[in-house]
């Protein structure tokens, strides 16, 4: 994998008049479900009270290990399998299941359990960041900004998300056949985009086009750890 240096990789133009929007850090949540899963709707549900929560960067990915039994996941995606998979692996778990959701890249439960959330959500939130993340949006580009005090003891993944904050589906087959669900924060797009050595600060430019929100992570090798991470809507 390529690395990051602490150099812009193309022109940063401030024009005058333009806004740029800045970014909230926050505890990442990841939730792998699936349409053709019963046991995933009140995950959903539990993951959707999320959204508005400070602090909190829910991010919902969809598998395709499910489309067999008879509803193909309008949203899922055999790269969201192999990210649940790798983790897994990194862990020295045997299996992968829906709905689970793992907080910060570290901590494991069963989506629907909400108080188990909670309370994995709330430690998180009480550990001092590693690394100031800021991400800026100017119209199809993103600027990444990022610095670590003291250096950070081993090299980061720096990765880019895309989500599309709602949409309703009527399912039409499978276990969840004749239900209307609403999902939240679906991840539609997920690029690594290099390593960053966590010594000099990082600065690099990415593109983003469109307006769907950006939510950069830095994390461990792993996966692993999520040792920063900010949303930019």
């Known amino acids: 994998m390529r690395q990051i240096v602490s150099a812009a990789c193309g022109l940063w133009l401030c024009q005058a008049g333009q806004v740029v929007a800045q970014s909230q850090t926050g505890v990442v949540v990841e939730l792998y479900t699936s349409q053709g899963c019963s046991s995933c709707p009140p995950a959903d549900q539990v993951f959707e009270q999320l959204v508005n929560q400070p602090?909190?960067?829910p991010l919902a990915?969809?598998?395709d290990y499910?489309?067999?039994i008879g509803w193909q996941d309008t949203f899922g995606n055999a790269r969201f399998t192999d990210r649940q998979k790798a983790y897994a692996r990194a862990s020295g778990e045997r299996m992968i299941y829906t709905p689970q959701m793992i907080i910060?890249?570290?901590e494991r439960i069963v989506g629907s359990e909400a108080q188990e959330l909670a309370t994995a959500i709330?430690?998180?939130l009480a550990v001092q960041p590693a690394v100031k993340l800021t991400i800026e949006r100017m119209g199809d580009r993103v600027m990444i900004r990022a610095a670590a005090?003291?250096?950070l003891p081993q090299a980061v993944v720096v990765q880019l998300v895309r989500y599309q904050p709602q949409q309703t589906v009527e399912i039409e087959g499978g276990e969840n056949q004749g239900q209307i669900v609403t999902y939240s924060n679906i991840v539609t797009d997920w690029q690594r985009l290099g390593e960053w050595p966590g010594k000099a600060p990082l600065e690099v430019e990415a593109e983003a086009p469109g307006p769907s929100p950006v939510v950069v992570i830095l994390q461990n090798q792993g996966p692993s750890n999520i040792v920063a991470a900010a949303s930019l809507k």
């Open 104 to 106: 910060s890249g570290q």
């Open 61 to 63: 990915l969809h598998v």
């Open 66 to 68: 499910w489309d067999y």
């Open 55 to 57: 602090g909190v960067i």
């Open 149 to 151: 005090n003291p250096p």
């Open 122 to 124: 709330a430690r998180q």
